[in-house]
């Protein structure tokens, strides 16, 4: 009788044999064993097909051979048929339950990961009443049977789920994958991987798709093609948050570091450049993959199998520096990695939701779904499972979720579809949902000529000066997009040489937060004598000329302005609504506009340039009958008067 040292080739992350003692085989039958023993040969070489045959052979010869029915499990294990491999490790506990009783452990992990949950937990039992596991299989063990209560727990108590198909103008027979949103939610991009013809054979490729909203549908999906789109495959695409930007990975390319590599490609008049590597910090001679931007445009979220990570594969950041680099990348600790893998992150607008997979924290079996919040101290919060039916004990990769925070996009294909994988939208149920966020989107073009400009914008936290966005418009269409989170209060600077800037204030606080989207055009006036800036974000206490911090932002750029600008000569200009006297309201307009004045001069800004003047309420802009007509009256604003006198 042949010795029967280790059927199974792969036990996973355990480094055991279910056999680590001699034991004969099961069988009396001489021809049973013979077939066996070819049937061994072929399975260590990977001829499945003829392994299978053998085994079959020898069953034949012996409908009670224990060892036969592991290997064919086996053989259906490496060929990643998990359920099949299931039912013949069965079918060998059926013979004889007692016969290889470290079976229970395999079969109860391959159940778990099929999602028998029940079926898992009774073998996983029955394992943990053999004598003298080792302690790292016990530790498995245990956290195989939390992983199963978990499961249970979760399909007893469903979460809100109810997918809905894009439709035929988005999927088709072909896979495919959810990418990206704009942050106006007006063109959704995907990966599509079709069978194409390249010298007369079929291969998969990958490629980027965009669809444009049409109402309250998605239009037919287009190409977005070269340069970006190669005859070798694209994936993980990630788009800025003002549409300006792709970044998405590539592997196997002359210019890459590792497997897989991060890209950039920049939108010019509606046209993509040639994508560049994102270089040496960023990738690595690992494998680097599923880059998310951050609504700053100043942190980059990806997936990496690089040294120094927690496992097999975690998620890093990077924050693009002043110098115009990328910062060493930094893990995101133990709170969302683990020995196992982590990917696919995705950084909701908002900045403080973070949502990615995971087969490390317990969860359904596969990759599952996930969302952590940001702290106030910066930290991660202990990641929350989407629940059931989100995750299932299949893979459930990635997640896009509108800045709006009512509605997700993923793919799937375990949900009939079109084809193999669609792309699929749901409600977010309450506890998972992120923060809205809404934004600015309008043109920015010369008032006179009305020609497009490239302007660049600055969306500044007026609580703490905290520049959160910086942007440009483009230098062709003179389209913008700026993200504006919710909860805080914002000053928008919107400025391009040679003409005067643009300020305005966001008020996203108070009782009633404005969310919806602001759609605006902005026009720019050239530098010229007479032309006026209304500085929408100066602030005074009530009846009084005290300027109150958040002012600071603004009178800093009017200083910047000026720097910039060393012939210009303003004219600082207080002006107020009618309530209270004449003389009272010329005032205080007065003393207002000298406090803007005094502040300059304090920075260092010639006095020969700067005059003030107090119009009281001679000059509204609006109606004094209205709170919000008043509230447009009182104002600062400046004009310009000249050149710069000679001193």
């Known amino acids: 009788m042949m010795n029967y040292i280790r059927i199974f080739c792969i036990l996973f992350f355990l480094s055991i044999s279910l056999f680590a003692h001699t034991q004969e085989l099961s069988t009396k039958s001489g021809k049973a064993e013979k077939s066996f023993q070819k049937a061994t040969t072929e399975y260590q070489l990977q001829n499945y097909t003829e392994a299978i045959q053998y085994v079959r052979q020898a069953l034949k010869q012996d409908n009670r051979f224990i060892e036969a029915f592991l290997l064919m499990g086996d053989i259906y294990y490496d060929q990643d048929s998990l359920q099949k491999a299931v039912e013949w490790y069965r079918k060998a506990i059926s013979v004889d339950e007692n016969a290889y009783p470290d079976i229970y452990f395999l079969l109860g992990k391959l159940e778990y990961e099929t999602g028998q949950y029940h079926q898992a937990k009774d073998h996983l039992n029955k394992y943990s009443r053999i004598d003298k596991i080792p302690d790292k299989n016990r530790t498995a063990m245990l956290d195989l049977l939390e992983r199963c209560d978990f499961a249970l727990f979760s399909i007893n108590n469903p979460v809100s789920f109810n997918p809905v198909n894009l439709g035929d103008s988005i999927n088709s027979v072909n896979d495919e994958y959810i990418n990206a949103l704009t942050l106006d939610n007006q063109q959704l991009y995907l990966t599509v991987k079709m069978a194409k013809d390249l010298s007369n054979n079929m291969f998969p490729d990958e490629d980027f798709y965009l669809s444009q909203a049409t109402g309250t549908a998605w239009g037919r999906v287009r190409e977005i093609g070269y340069p970006v789109n190669t005859p070798g495959n694209e994936g993980a695409l990630n788009i800025s948050p003002d549409g300006r930007y792709l970044f998405f990975v590539a592997c196997h390319r002359e210019d890459g570091y590792g497997s897989c590599d991060i890209y950039i490609s920049r939108r010019i008049n509606d046209k993509w450049t040639m994508p560049k590597n994102l270089g040496p910090t960023i990738n690595s001679s690992s494998w680097e993959s599923h880059p998310s931007l951050s609504s700053d445009g100043r942190t980059l979220y990806f997936s990496s199998t690089r040294e120094g990570g927690k496992g097999k594969s975690d998620i890093w950041k990077s924050t693009f520096l002043p110098s115009g680099r990328w910062s060493t990348p930094e893990n995101l600790g133990d709170t969302i990695n683990t020995p196992d893998e982590e990917m696919a992150p995705f950084i909701h607008p908002d900045d403080n939701t973070l949502y990615f997979s995971s087969k490390g924290h317990i969860g359904m079996g596969g990759l599952d779904l996930f969302i952590s919040r940001k702290e106030s101290s910066g930290h991660w919060a202990k990641p929350l499972n989407l629940g059931y039916p989100i995750n299932t004990f299949a893979d459930e990769i990635n997640i896009v979720v509108e800045s709006s925070a009512e509605k997700a996009y993923f793919s799937s294909d375990k949900l009939g579809g079109k084809g193999k994988n669609d792309i699929y939208s749901f409600l977010l149920y309450p506890e ?79 009782e009633n937060p404005v969310t919806d989207p602001y759609l605006i055009n902005i026009p720019l006036n050239p530098i010229k004598e007479g032309e006026i800036v209304i500085l929408k974000n100066i602030f005074f206490e009530t009846d009084s000329y005290l300027l109150k911090e958040q002012s600071f932002v603004e009178m800093k750029k009017i200083e910047s302005f000026l720097i910039d600008n060393p012939a210009v000569v303003i004219e600082i200009r207080g002006h107020t609504d009618n309530v209270g006297t004449e003389e009272y309201n010329v005032v205080l307009s007065l003393n207002r506009a000298k406090a803007v004045y005094d502040f300059l001069i304090e920075r260092g800004i010639s006095p020969g340039r700067l005059s003030y003047n107090g119009y009281g309420f001679s000059m509204p802009l609006d109606t004094n009958d209205t709170e919000e007509g008043r509230r447009m009256n009182r104002r600062t604003e400046f004009r310009v008067s000249g050149d710069v006198k000679n001193e």
């Open 432 to 510: 998972i949902k992120p923060s809205k966020v809404t934004y600015l989107k309008g043109i920015v073009y010369d008032q006179q000529s009305e020609k497009r400009l490239e302007a660049a914008f600055e969306l500044i936290n007026l609580e703490d000066g905290h520049v959160v966005v910086e942007s440009y418009s483009d230098p062709f269409t003179g389209e913008f997009l700026v993200c504006l989170p919710t909860k805080k209060d914002y000053a928008l600077n919107v400025s391009c040489d040679d003409y005067l800037f643009y300020s305005e204030n966001f008020t996203m606080t108070g």
